[in-house]
Structures are given as structure tokens and as C-alpha cells.
């Protein structure tokens, strides 16, 4: 199974990184979060001083920086050297990666180092666009979703946990305008590839979506 790609979609607050951590890790494969490069561009692009609207100017930031991971749980997030991990998860961050990522020169220039990453195989990534664009061939394509209710309620906790403020009606409207944002937007839009299982998880524990990815890679092993 060492070459496989599994590939994992969907809206924010998914579980998706959880997840998809936990099915590299027992299936001996790297992981590639998708959406912290757009989140370490995002931040990149608010020290230069640029909004949402700045597509062109945060592709040519992102053309001249350097982001990369580090060995770790959290992963470290390398923006130009800098670690930048924590500063990366925060609503705000978010927001504007969310916005930046709907501008094609963005897409473009993450698109193209994501699918480097991806070439050799042996790596469970996760995103908006893992099964459709990045690796629409992917041995395994999952669109993991949870009501809105469901994913406010998990990340106003992580929020919470990281000793940030957060309060869950906030976070649930926020949610649900990057949800029409991401799955709107005309270039990649979120959606549920061609071939994709959905694996829908109010009611399912963190380990019981885990189990049932992997079930779907060893009935792939099985079929050959
Ligand atoms: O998964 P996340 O919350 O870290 O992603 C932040 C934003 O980045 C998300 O709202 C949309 C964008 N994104 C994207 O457009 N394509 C990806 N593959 C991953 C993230």
C-alpha cells in the first residue's frame, strides 16, 4: 500500500485533518494539508498589507515564498523558514485563505506545487479540491461532510482548546459563508468528485470515520 493516495474533500470543519492524519499515519503514509499553504499564503498576503480582492498580487507573493512542513504533531507549517503553525489557525486566516483561494493565479501556483508533492505517491491529502483537481486519480477519494450544527459545535472547541476567543454562533454563520464561497467559487469549486465515497460524520466518532476509510482501502487492496 506504500504507493497509495488517498484523497480527502470537504467543507471546513470536516474533521478532515483529524482524519486524514490518522489514516497517514496507520497506513504509513505522509499527509499533506492542502489548506494550510493557502492559509501561510493568507498570511503572507495580510503582513504585505493585501485584502481578499488582491489575487494577482498574493499569486506573485506566493510564486517567491517558500512553504513547507516539518516532522511533527501539529505538523509545522514553514512560511520562508519561519514556523509558522499557530498563527495560521484563526478564523481570520482562514477567511482570507478562503477568499485568496477563489482567484485562479492563486489556485494556480498551489495547485501546481501540490501536485509535485503528490507525484511519487504514499500520501493521504486533504483539501477543497484533493479529488477533483489535485489527484483526481487518487487510489481512494473520500468527500468527508457533518451538518453545519455538527462542524461549528468541533471547531468552536479546537478554537477554544488553542485558547482562542470563539463564540458559536459567530463561528457557525462564518462557516456556512465559506461554505457558499468554496463551493461556489468558478474555479474548483467543492464538490463531491466522480468515484467519491461520501463518509458523513454527525453521530461518528473521530475514530470511527478513520475505520471506515480504512475499510475502503483494504477493499481496494482486495480488488486489486
Ligand atoms: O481546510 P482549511 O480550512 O485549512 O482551508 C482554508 C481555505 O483554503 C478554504 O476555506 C478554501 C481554501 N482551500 C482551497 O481552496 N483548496 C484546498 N485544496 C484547500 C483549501
Known amino acids: 500500500l506504500s504507493k497509495l493516495v488517498v484523497a480527502i474533500d470537504g467543507p471546513a470543519g470536516a474533521g478532515k485533518s483529524t482524519v486524514a492524519k490518522a489514516v497517514a499515519q496507520r497506513l504509513g503514509l505522509s499527509y499533506l494539508d492542502t489548506g494550510a499553504m493557502y492559509r ?14 488582491d489575487g494577482e498580487a498574493a499569486a506573485s507573493l506566493g510564486e517567491a515564498s517558500n512553504i513547507d512542513f516539518g516532522q511533527g504533531d501539529p505538523q509545522p507549517v514553514l512560511l520562508d523558514g519561519e514556523d509558522v503553525t499557530s498563527q495560521i489557525r484563526t478564523m481570520e486566516i482562514g477567511e482570507l485563505a478562503s477568499a485568496l483561494s477563489a482567484h485562479t493565479p492563486v489556485r494556480r501556483v498551489l495547485v501546481k506545487r501540490q ?44 478554537l477554544i482548546v488553542r ?41 461518528l466518532s473521530a475514530d470511527e470515520a478513520v475505520t471506515r476509510i480504512l475499510e475502503l482501502c483494504e477493499s481496494l487492496k482486495g480488488s486489486g
Do not use: F, W
Open 40 to 53: 501561510a499564503l493568507a498570511l503572507k498576503a495580510q503582513r504585505s498589507g493585501l485584502g481578499p480582492d
Open 115 to 158: 501536485k509535485e508533492l503528490v507525484q511519487a505517491g504514499g500520501v493521504t491529502l486533504e483539501g477543497r479540491d484533493a479529488t477533483t483537481v489535485i489527484a483526481p486519480d487518487a487510489d481512494v477519494k473520500i468527500y468527508l461532510t457533518a451538518s453545519l450544527e455538527e462542524r461549528a459545535r468541533r471547531r468552536h472547541k479546537e
Open 163 to 203: 485558547g482562542q476567543q470563539a463564540d458559536y454562533e459567530e463561528i457557525k454563520r462564518l462557516i456556512s459563508e465559506r461554505d457558499h464561497r468554496d463551493m461556489n467559487r468558478a474555479d474548483s469549486p467543492l464538490r463531491v468528485a466522480e468515484g467519491a465515497c461520501v463518509v458523513e460524520t454527525d453521530g
